[in-house]
């Protein structure tokens, strides 16, 4: 077990969701009219944020269990012609300066969606249009006993004039194609082509009125046996430009096994389409006022930038050694020795971002046992104490960091992988809050040895538990394929004894 530690979670800065159960709704069985031609979008990422987690927030409160409601039928909605308008030379605009679109949300409006995002900015020139995005993304927060993953997608396309066409023709053609489209996905969901298991939902079309000059919306629901997910997609077009937006959010329970869609739940509709109606009037604001800016002039592409990620928290300390045992640690000296007899006592201390934590040790890296052999024993406890920005204890916190440390260590139960096995977790009833014990073997590192971690949570309190040994010859390297790890269940009941210790010792005055 290493001395650094996890990132310290938020403490309060976000709500806790209300979940509800909600019912697929009853789609209609008419006939499906061929679809218009539209542009296609970016695939689902959930895939992708699956991916991250192998290998290794403000939108909270908008989440709920996302099945629809069954009274929620699609409507079709209808709109007017549009005159064409035709393009003088006149019409052919000149360059101007590149659309920012990252600068066309307000940044607290993309923290309060996508807390600590990498930003990816990217433009290019097209025969028929010049397109500007940018995408915030942060598939990874912890939030209490969940893993939450956040998206804001934003295209816009400005549209060209094309022979007879002005550039506003050719965007309202388009606007009416992908209002159509979106009509039509509602009222004709997927049935012959549809695999066992598979679940699609369309909402009705969502129009915002007075939103640029003219806006819609739509809910995407899907699940199949790999992705769950669901996302709230919009549209507007101002003057000559395509404004297109995404939102998606879902959230699992850290301690839920890898590539597994059990206790995955995502964004509602009714939050989804409200979260962008309110991305949508922000940017037809601004591309309304670029437009004023920059009257009859085509934005100019930029090449594309590598993606911008959040900059890393730093500690305000390090770990510092400490002359002696803070006195919950000393109180368990006597059971120490006993456990790892001849002990090198240490202890460490840290107190940073909300979080006082000591560590105390004890080891021996020579104890005898027998005629030319040696055994290596280590007893380690670290502590750790969660605190509010009121300064009073913080059991939310406490339960973050407890489920982040079970969700990574669900993430490698029953697995090897470069030397290192992991054993299977179990929890321990009866010890602190919350309790779990896992073994595993390291024969990877400086020192082979078998260990086991017993991790409590009680209250703003997160205890681990060590014990972990080896015996080898008395000449021989602590990584010699000759090692002997401490076995299962002697470093189980060695870890045990040390959590059930440090319990009666921190229930003691002066702890």
């Excluded at 082979?448 to 017993?454: L, R």
Aim: glycine letters at 6%; hydrophobic letters at 35%; proline letters at 9%.
């Amino acid at each position: 077990m290493s001395w650094s530690q996890d990132d310290p979670p938020p403490t309060n800065p976000y709500r806790a969701p209300d979940w509800q159960f909600q019912q697929v709704p009853t789609m209609p069985s008419a006939p499906p009219p061929p679809p218009p031609k539209r542009r296609s979008w970016v695939l689902p990422t959930v895939a992708a944020g699956a991916a991250v987690v192998l290998i290794a927030a403000g939108a909270g409160a908008f989440l709920l269990y996302a099945r629809p409601t069954a009274a929620d039928q699609p409507a079709t909605p209808t709109s007017k012609a549009t005159p064409v308008e035709t393009a003088s030379p006149s019409d052919v605009p000149s360059a101007a300066p590149a659309l920012d679109v990252c600068a066309m949300l307000p940044a607290a409006e993309t923290e309060r969606l996508v807390p600590a995002a990498t930003v990816d900015k990217r433009s290019r020139d097209a025969d028929h249009a010049v397109y500007s995005s940018c995408d915030w993304t942060n598939r990874r927060i912890s939030y209490g006993e969940f893993w939450r993953s956040r998206e804001i997608k934003v295209s816009i396309a400005q549209h060209k004039p094309d022979g007879p066409k002005t550039g506003r023709t050719q965007a309202q053609q388009s606007h009416d194609a992908e209002r159509g489209f979106f009509a039509y996905k509602a009222n004709n969901p997927k049935k012959d082509d549809a695999k066992p298991g598979e679940k699609d939902y369309y909402s009705p079309v969502k129009e915002y009125a007075g939103v640029g000059d003219g806006a819609f919306g739509q809910y995407t629901w899907r699940r199949d046996k790999l992705l769950w997910y669901s996302f709230g997609e919009g549209r507007a077009r101002v003057d000559d430009l395509i404004i297109e937006v995404r939102y998606e959010a879902s959230q699992q329970r850290k301690d839920t096994k890898i590539l597994s869609n059990e206790s995955t739940q995502s964004v509602s509709e009714e939050n989804a389409l409200r979260e962008v109606g309110i991305l949508l009037t922000h940017l037809a604001k601004s591309a309304a006022e670029w437009k004023r800016a920059h009257p009859d002039q085509l934005a100019k592409a930029e090449p594309s930038s590598s993606p911008s990620a959040p900059p890393k928290p730093t500690p305000s300390s390090t770990p510092t050694v400490v002359a002696q045992l803070p006195p919950a640690c000393k109180r368990m000296s006597p059971a120490m020795t006993k456990l790892v007899p001849g002990a090198t006592e240490r202890a460490r201390a840290n107190d940073v971002a909300g979080v006082k934590e000591s560590e105390c040790r004890w080891l021996n890296l020579n104890a005898s046992a027998g005629e030319g052999r040696r055994r290596i024993r280590s007893a380690l406890l670290t502590i750790q104490v969660f605190s509010n920005r009121a300064g009073a204890g913080d059991p939310t916190a406490a339960l973050s960091r407890f489920s982040t440390k079970i969700g990574n260590a669900r993430s490698t139960e029953g697995s090897s992988f470069g030397g290192v096995t992991w054993g299977k977790i179990e929890k321990v009833k009866g010890l602190g809050d919350d309790a779990y014990i896992q073994y595993w073997v390291d024969k990877k590192n400086a020192v082979f040895n078998g260990s086991a971690d017993v991790v409590v949570r009680l209250g703003p309190t997160v205890i681990h538990a060590s014990f972990a040994g080896a015996d080898l010859g008395a000449d021989e390297p602590t990584n010699s394929p000759k090692v002997k790890v401490l076995g299962e269940k002697e470093a189980r009941d060695g870890a045990m004894i040390i959590a059930k210790e440090i319990l009666t010792s921190l229930a003691q005055p002066g702890s």
